[in-house]
Structures are given as C-alpha cells and as structure tokens.
C-alpha cells in the first residue's frame, strides 16, 4: 500500500493511469486502494475530481482493452504459458469461462467488484470472439462505475479513506456500495426537491 500512495504522490495522474492500466491487465496492484486514496486527495484539494475521474477511467480502459486484444489474437496460449505470472491460472480462467457463458456481457459490467474476475473477463471475453462494440459498452461502462465508487468512497471518507482498504480485504465491500448507493440516492433525491422548489423565470 506504501508504495501505492508513493507513487500517486510522486507521479500525480500519469502514476495513477499507469498502475491502473497495469493493475486491470493483471499485475498485482491494489486497485481499490488506488483509486480510494486518490478520492481522498481529492478530497484534500490535490487532485481534482473530474480530471482524476477521467484518467482512473482512462487507465482502466486502456488495461482491460489490452487484456480483451491479448485473449483475442492470443488466445489460450498466453494464459497457459505465461499466465501464472499475472496470476491466470488455468483453474481461474476456467471458473471464468462457465461464469462468463452464463452471464457473458454483464460479467464484463460488474465483474470488477468481484475479486480476481476483472483480471480475467476481458481475456475471456477476446477468447470468446465478442464483438468489440459490445465488449467497449459493457467493458468501458463498468470502469466507469467502479472507478467512481472508489474514488467517491475516499472523497466521503476523507482521513478515514482506509476503511475501505479493510472492508474490501475481509470480503465486506458490499457494506461500502451500498453505502454509496444510499448517498446517491439521498443526493438525487435532495437535487430534485431543490428544482422543483426552485420558483419559474
């Protein structure tokens, strides 16, 4: 983790691009501590929201589509000869596979919430010959919303931000979600009360 918050602090959005592109290919980085801390320094004022929005999305598409590329024109080779050391096991790519004929596209939509599958959807997805643009929707969608509910945990938490580290490494970030989802909810809610109240011309 201190090498995370290291190199955000170093290296500002190219590290934060760089280590997400790096982490959703398959690498072993934190991701959700990333993307939490950098909600908080959002938070603090050192980071601005919109821009790290857009490059947390922006990595995460670049590693996921690199990842769908490899599984398509690759295929099964990679992962069997090389795939250990991005942790693809035989036995998770095959766990992935049932999920994903089964569920196919919204594995891709809601996959990155569940541990170790947004390492592997993508590649699953190539093997399977889907088609890009629905790959693109789904695939590229879901970062989106996972790259947002980090960042918004660690922006609401502020110096609590590792809180969500905890949850999320004893199996309880549901907790976190829904608590996300409530304050979106009540926001929604608050925004539209405050339209409608708002007096004509």
Known sequence: MDTVTHWITQYGYGGLYVLLALGIVGVPVPD??????????????QMHGAVALATAWAGSVTGITLSYLLGHFLGGWLIHRYGWW???????MERVHAWFEHHGKWTLLFGYYVPGFRHVTAYAAGMACMRYWVFGVFAYGGALIWASTFLLLGYLLGPQWQTVVEYVEHGHAYVLYLTVLAAAIVAVVWIVGRVRGRPAG
Do not use: A, I, N, S
């Open 32 to 45: 959700e501590t990333l993307l939490t801390f950098t909600g908080f320094l959002v938070y603090r004022g």
């Open 86 to 92: 991005v942790h693809l096991t035989p036995q998770r």
